[in-house]
């Protein structure tokens, strides 16, 4: 290429690249602490400038093996630093190479334009200070917009190739009035070359947008699908615990009558202790939980069915009336899945004396305070706001806890995890009357 095609300087290039990883890495989840991820951003820079400036000298076959290279180093940049799958890091390495793209061309061509005004290199750094930052900042806030309300971004094999391919064309069309200047789709002019660059990696840009845009829709109709069937799953649940015990308790109460009559009429010392025993075993059944919501009483002593099974210890200090304000389906959710939760994790501990559970319901000021403990032994590793499964079927779990932080927030609430001696705690606080 001679000086009249001039091309966008390496190290420009090499910046705009690390800015784009950074701009991604800052939206998603990182793996290693601040300290680590400032040194290894900073190397990234150093060795992404090193290589783009020590090859440009290369001849033009050379071009594209080069540009494979940076982009594998935007690659293991980003996926040493972010906690995602390969794919997800992958998807993301496409789109922070096309919008360094952007930011490099945009750049140039207004560097390029001024230069013949003026020879100032004051003007020249402005020019790059304000179109990196107008470009990485407008992608930075696109980015949180476009994956609010998505709990985790999934990308498959088949959406990973769509995005490497959306790229290597965009990139392809851009430079192409670079590499070859006659075929059908290369311009003559300059000031035309640079327009074209600029505009395709724009179009690229806003076509990968789309496509995300499509991808978080999608996953977010997916998890809703999900919340919703386990906000019916735990209402059903309160319905068939509802039933079970209204039968429960007329034949308690026809027992304890005819208990009673037994015991009138027999003087066998035997059939005494058999007659204890039974009472004994009438007693576990009783409806003793009164919390002052017959939902939560009713749900509650579901669950401590289940807990008496796996010898589970659960306790309960519970002022159930000021959830008269709170859906009958909401309460099943919060309380349903944080029990349910809480009885899955002790079952897996194997000293029965430690099989732990408490729940607190109680008002301070105008807010309702709700605490879930159960005894834990595991170490809680938390991802994108929720406690990582260890389930092998991480993709079909979690969303119990979706579900309570979605019931949660319509009352205007917060719902928060803590792991602190050995007790995990999930902490709810909602306003006094929520949905007011």
């Known amino acids: 290429m001679d000086t009249f095609f001039e091309d966008i300087p390496r190290i420009y290039t090499a910046l705009a690249e690390w800015l784009a990883c950074l701009t991604y890495c800052l939206v998603m989840k990182r793996k290693v ?34 540009m494979l290279i940076a982009v594998g180093i935007m690659y293991v940049y980003m996926a040493f630093c972010c906690d995602d799958s390969r794919n997800v890091i992958g998807y993301y390495c496409a789109r922070a190479f096309l919008l360094a793209e952007l930011a490099a061309s945009l ?30 900042t407008w992608a930075h806030y696109m ?45 003559g002019l300059e000031a035309d070359i640079f327009y074209i ?9 806003m076509i990968l947008y789309v496509y995300q845009s499509r991808i978080c829709e999608l996953l977010a109709e997916k998890e809703l699908r999900n919340i919703h069937s386990m906000l019916k799953a735990q209402y059903d649940k309160y319905r068939n615990y509802q039933s079970t015990f209204e039968v429960i308790n007329m034949k308690y109460h026809d027992l304890k009558h005819q208990i009673a009559g037994l015991r009138a009429e027999m003087s066998d010392e035997e059939r005494k202790k058999w007659i204890d025993s039974l009472e004994q075993e009438l007693e576990s059944y009783s409806p003793e939980l009164e919390t002052g919501n017959s939902v939560l009483d009713t749900l509650i002593a579901g ?21 008269e304000f709170m859906h009958v389906a909401d309460i099943c959710t919060i309380f349903g899945n944080a029990l349910d939760n809480a009885i899955e994790s002790v079952t897996l501990i194997e000293d029965p004396e430690k099989r732990l559970i408490h729940l607190t319901l109680s008002q301070k000021k ?15 590793t938390i991802k994108n706001g929720y406690p990582v499964t260890s389930k092998a079927d991480k993709g079909n779990h979690g969303f119990g806890l979706k579900s309570i932080r979605y019931t949660v927030e319509k009352y205007h609430g917060t719902l928060n995890f803590g792991l602190k001696d050995n007790w995990f705690e999930l902490t709810m606080l909602i306003p006094k009357g929520g949905l007011g």
């Open 33 to 66: 602490k601040n300290e680590d991820f400032i040194l290894v951003t900073i190397l990234a820079l150093v060795v992404q400038s090193m290589f783009l400036v020590l090859t440009k000298g290369l001849p033009v076959v050379f071009w594209i093996p080069c």
């Open 107 to 136: 750049e140039w061509q207004l560097a390029y334009f001024f230069r013949n005004l003026t020879d100032s290199i004051l003007v020249q750094i402005l020019i790059l200070v304000g179109v990196y930052s107008l470009v990485f």
């Open 143 to 187: 980015e949180i917009g476009i994956t609010r309300g998505v709990f985790q971004l999934e990308i498959n094999v088949r959406e990973l190739w769509a995005a490497i391919a959306i790229a290597a064309v965009v990139f392809a069309f851009s430079n192409l009035s670079f590499v070859f200047r006659n075929t059908p789709f290369s311009a």
């Open 197 to 205: 660059r600029t505009l395709v990696d724009i179009a690229g840009i």
């Open 303 to 323: 669950k401590m069915m289940n807990c008496r099974a796996n010898n589970i210890k659960i306790t309960c200090v519970a002022e159930g009336d000021i959830l």
């Open 366 to 380: 105008n807010f309702i305070l709700i605490q879930i403990n159960n005894y834990c032994e595991n170490t809680i």
